[in-house]
């Protein structure tokens, strides 16, 4: 054997030993209409998906508002029958946002010309309507009474075509949420 011939052998054991083969330069990597390809398709799908998650973000928006402001309501109702005491939603007059209050004089719960006071936790604080949604209501307050009723309310929330409805007409002593708009009897 030659000496050309060993070192032949040599680097052929040390290839098969360490894994190591020769790559052919042509077979690496992307060509540039592959990679345009991948990026058009992308891009497609992008622009399809996105109108999508904007028109769900809307509806969730007002969704997540219309719970809240069941879920106040229903608390009002609960803690009015607890403290034994009135307690009133009242909506700032642009309807942009709404706040607990209790009547400072309990001798009488249901005399509803008492004053009134935010109460004094976290319930007491102003809660925003989003920006972008609408609001309706048949009434600018409404009161919780300790027997249990509720003055008769509908809001309605919008927020484009998307409208829900928080009403407390149509069943005595309950909150209930409506798909729509629900309109008053009689319009």
Same mark, same amino acid.
């Given at each position: 054997?030659?000496?050309?011939? %060993?070192?032949? @052998? *040599?680097?052929?054991k040390?290839?098969?030993?360490?894994?190591?083969r020769? $790559?052919?330069? =042509?077979?690496?990597?992307?060509?540039?209409?592959?990679?345009?390809?991948?990026?058009?398709?992308?891009?497609v %799908?992008?622009? @399809? *998906?996105?109108?999508?998650?904007?028109?769900?973000?809307?509806n969730?928006? $007002?969704?997540t =508002?219309?719970?809240?402001?069941?879920?106040?309501?229903?608390y009002?109702?609960?803690?009015?029958?607890?403290?034994?005491?009135?307690?009133?939603?009242?909506f700032?007059?642009?309807?942009?946002a709404y706040?607990?209050?209790?009547? =400072?004089?309990?001798?009488d719960?249901?005399?509803?010309?008492?004053?009134?006071e935010?109460?004094?936790?976290?319930?007491g604080?102003?809660f925003?309507?989003?920006?972008?949604?609408?609001?309706?209501?048949?009434?600018?307050?409404?009161?919780?009474?300790?027997?249990?009723r509720?003055?008769?309310?509908?809001?309605?929330?919008?927020?484009e075509?998307?409208?829900?409805?928080?009403?407390?007409?149509?069943?005595?002593?309950?909150?209930?949420?409506?798909?729509?708009?629900?309109?008053?009897?009689?319009e």
């Amino acid at each position: 054997m030659t000496k050309y011939s %060993l070192r032949k @052998v *040599a680097a052929d054991k040390h290839r098969a030993v360490s894994g190591y083969r020769r $790559v052919r330069p =042509t077979a690496a990597g992307f060509t540039l209409i592959e990679i345009i390809l991948v990026v058009v398709v992308i891009s497609v %799908l992008a622009g @399809v *998906a996105v109108p999508h998650f904007s028109r769900s973000f809307k509806n969730l928006l $007002v969704q997540t =508002t219309v719970n809240q402001l069941a879920s106040v309501m229903r608390y009002a109702q609960g803690r009015s029958i607890a403290q034994r005491a009135v307690i009133r939603l009242i909506f700032k007059e642009n309807l942009n946002a709404y706040q607990l209050q209790q009547a =400072t004089d309990t001798s009488d719960p249901l005399n509803a010309e008492e004053a009134f006071e935010p109460l004094p936790n976290r319930w007491g604080r102003w809660f925003l309507i989003p920006v972008g949604v609408e609001a309706e209501a048949t009434r600018r307050t409404i009161e919780f009474y300790p027997d249990g009723r509720i003055q008769k309310a509908r809001v309605i929330l919008c927020h484009e075509q998307r409208c829900l409805t928080v009403s407390s007409r149509d069943q005595r002593g309950r909150v209930l949420i409506f798909d729509g708009r629900l309109e008053e009897e009689g319009e």
